[in-house]
């Protein structure tokens, strides 16, 4: 019996010290800081699994934006494309269906006329959140919006082009009447007759301005045998054609000497192909003048783009009036040369040479200042009768050198600047020219993506790019 009791008593107070024991245990427990961490970082790492789950999300979103934007921009750019067979709805919808968002266009618009197109789209695309449900965000969606136009803006061109002694070389002539040829009919295609105006600019040692122009301005006159203008330096700071001003007529004679009384290769061109063909529309009349083009004398550049630049100039609108009202140009026309601030017009100068500038010269005032003498050097070429008539001592007192290379690379400079300072794109073509050649025409242009150097066929692809860029087809949205 007392066994038991002492039994009894033993396992009470066993109980009693491990229960002593387990609270002890369990208070040390709930005061022990060492675990604090673990709770601390799996409660951030479900924090940044909820963020980047919502970081996911989101860049599902943007993919499925870019790809939508993506899709409605080549589509509204395909569609607004003038040369466009299909309706540009059908275009659009086609674009969207082989990128299998067909359910993501909203919709298409179309707004179109003579000389214009213009595309808008929309499309929004939903699907189902992923981590943003966490948020009470079921779905997201991604939208875009595009909009193209082409639009052939008003545009005056002078095609200024070179038809100097050696554009004969390596089938150079041919070459170019293929290239401009090209340009012309792209330019002139159906529907943008009336928009387009083309000054032929063709140039050798001089620029034939033809009777028409001249009877519009102040001249000197001399003879009828051909009609060029001497222009002062000062002209070459502007753009413009300075109308209150008299002009000198250019002497009508030929400098190159073959040992025959050769007449067909005057310093002032003489044939009425030569002469400029301004503010035209008539694509078979352009091409047939230059297809009639043929090499002459020297290189003077910068005449070219002078009458190049002053024919987009607004200076020359009331010559263009008279031609209008004369019926050498189109109705279609009138007010042209445009203002340079009309937002609808472009004002391009295509400059095109083989060359570089060289010397010029003219005959002395004192052998050329009677009606005798301007007939006198009409029926002979200036060597030939020099050679028969004049002591070989006395030969250089008849003539004297007007330009030189130097000089028509300034004067170049001066006229470029002055039509880039108006605001006119200026395109030059180096065609088979020497370093020196395409520095000058690159430093022409309006920048160095707007200069060309060609040789052979290459030229057809520089006039191709620079007719099919005139007609811009750009991105509005």
Same mark, same amino acid.
Not at 43 to 65: A, K, P, Y
């Given at each position: ?235 070459? =700071? *502007?753009?413009?054609? $300075?109308?209150?001003?008299? !002009?000198? %007529? ?6 190159? @000497? ?105 005959? =002395? *005032?004192?052998?050329? $200042?009677?009606?005798?003498? !301007?007939? %006198? ?6 060597? @030939? ?93």
């Amino acid at each position: 019996m007392e066994k038991q009791t002492a039994k009894r008593r033993d396992f009470r107070a066993r109980s009693r010290t491990s229960l002593a024991a387990l609270t002890r245990g369990c208070d040390t427990f709930l005061h022990d800081e060492g675990g604090s961490m673990s709770y601390f970082a799996v409660v951030s790492s479900l924090v940044m699994m909820v963020f980047g789950g919502i970081g996911v999300d989101m860049v599902v979103t943007e993919l499925n934006r870019t790809k939508v934007q993506n899709t409605l921009d080549r589509a509204v750019l395909a569609a607004a494309d003038l040369d466009q067979t299909l309706e540009p709805e059908e275009v659009v919808t086609d674009y969207m269906t082989k990128m299998g968002l067909s359910d993501a266009l909203v919709s298409s618009d179309v707004d179109e006329g003579l000389n214009y197109r213009i595309v808008t789209a929309d499309g929004f695309v939903q699907m189902p959140s992923n981590f943003l449900q966490l948020l009470g965000i079921d779905t997201i969606s991604a939208s875009g919006h595009a909009q193209a136009t082409e639009r052939f803006n008003k545009v005056e061109v002078s095609l200024v082009v070179d038809i100097s002694g050696s554009m004969a070389d390596n089938s150079k002539m041919d070459n170019l009447k293929s290239a401009a040829s090209d340009f012309v009919d792209t330019l002139l295609a159906d529907g943008n007759d009336d928009l387009v105006s083309i000054s032929l600019v063709p140039y050798s040692e001089q620029v034939n301005a033809g009777p028409d122009i001249l009877s519009k301005l102040s001249v000197d006159w001399k003879h009828g045998y051909s009609h060029c203008l001497e222009m002062p330096e000062s002209v070459f =700071s *502007s753009a413009a054609l $300075d109308t209150s001003m008299t !002009y000198e %007529q250019m002497q009508h004679f030929q400098w190159n @000497y073959d040992g025959k009384n050769t007449l067909t290769d005057t310093v002032c061109p003489r044939y009425d192909y030569e002469r400029i063909a301004p503010f035209s529309q008539d694509a078979s009349a352009l091409k047939q003048q230059i297809n009639k083009l043929t090499p002459r004398a020297g290189t003077s550049i910068f005449l070219g783009m002078k009458w190049g630049s002053a024919l987009l100039d607004p200076s020359t609108r009331e010559i263009a009036s008279s031609l209008i009202d004369e019926g050498e140009v189109s109705s279609a026309f009138e007010g042209r040369p445009l203002d340079y601030d009309d937002e609808e017009v472009l004002k391009t100068v295509v400059l095109m040479t083989d060359g570089q500038h060289d010397k010029s010269f003219r005959i =002395s *005032s004192n052998y050329y $200042d009677s009606e005798s003498e !301007y007939v %006198q050097w009409s029926k002979n070429n200036l060597w @030939y009768w020099l050679n028969r008539n004049v002591y070989s001592w006395q030969r250089g007192y008849f003539y004297y050198q007007k330009y030189d290379a130097d000089t028509g690379d300034r004067l170049l400079d001066s006229i470029c600047t002055a039509a880039k300072d108006k605001g006119i794109i200026i395109w030059s073509i180096g065609f088979e020219v020497q370093d020196h050649g395409a520095d000058v025409m690159e430093s022409c242009a309006s920048s160095p993506s707007h200069f060309f150097r060609v040789d052979g066929t290459e030229i057809s692809e520089a006039f191709s790019t620079i007719a099919h860029t005139l007609n811009q087809l750009r991105l509005t949205q």
